[in-house]
């Protein structure tokens, strides 16, 4: 009975020592951002393994933007354009960035949205590319034109390709023509296309998302 007993205390002991060793890993991130917690890295960040992600309120995307950009270690931002947060991924310790385990089954690829938009008075252009979403591309879009005209509009959208924008004037008159392809030379030569019927344009932008 006593051999049985000696037995059990050191297997007790060892499992409360792993268990106080894990839950220190996993509040890692938590230490060095409050709410951050380790997952495996998102597909738009680009980064493999594990990583620590925490999410902000949405607003204020400059001032978040400055405070992921002040923490070690950061590897994306994803700023509020629609979603009503703010997210910052940075790097986890390097006792917790591991390779997936072997049975591990990565996710699909996310889908990454692409945007273009236009002044129609001006010519005046903005884009965006690698979004998650339709409304987060065509927001920048629209928000890098209206830096330089209040009419703009927008022309394009894709998801996971190329959209591209074809500018002209004839005669005092504006021309343009957008278009959207799974490649970046087709985008442009339909953009082309169409633009030069009316008047001798040329590409202003052209850009691809996702992989």
């Not at 297997?11 to 938590?30: E, H, P, Y």
């Not at 393994?49 to 400059?62: A, I, K, T």
């Not at 405070?67 to 994306?76: E, P, R, Y």
């Amino acid at each position: 009975m006593g051999a049985s007993l000696g037995t059990k205390r050191p297997l007790a002991f060892v499992g409360l020592f792993i268990m106080g060793l894990s839950r220190a890993f996993a509040n890692t991130c938590d230490s060095l951002h409050p709410g951050a917690r380790l997952e495996w890295a998102p597909a738009w960040t680009g980064a493999s393994g594990q990583v620590c992600v925490v999410d902000w309120p949405g607003g204020n995307r400059s001032y978040y933007d400055q405070l992921c950009s002040n923490t070690a270690g950061k590897i994306a931002f994803s700023g509020d354009r629609g979603s009503n947060k703010n997210t910052c991924v940075f790097r986890a310790p390097s006792s917790r960035t591991v390779s997936p385990p072997s049975d591990h089954v990565p996710s699909r690829q996310a889908d990454l949205f692409g945007a273009v938009a236009v002044s129609t008075s001006t010519l005046s252009w903005g884009s965006a590319k690698n979004y998650r979403s339709r409304a987060e591309a065509e927001a920048a879009a629209l928000q890098g034109c209206r830096r330089h005209a209040s009419d703009c509009q927008v022309g394009s959208w894709v998801m996971n390709g190329c959209v591209a924008l074809a500018t002209g004037r004839s005669f005092l008159r504006t021309h343009w023509s957008s278009s959207h392809a799974r490649n970046q030379t087709s985008a442009e030569n339909s953009a082309l296309a169409d633009c030069n019927s009316r008047a001798s344009c040329s590409i202003a932008i052209s850009e691809c998302s996702g992989g």
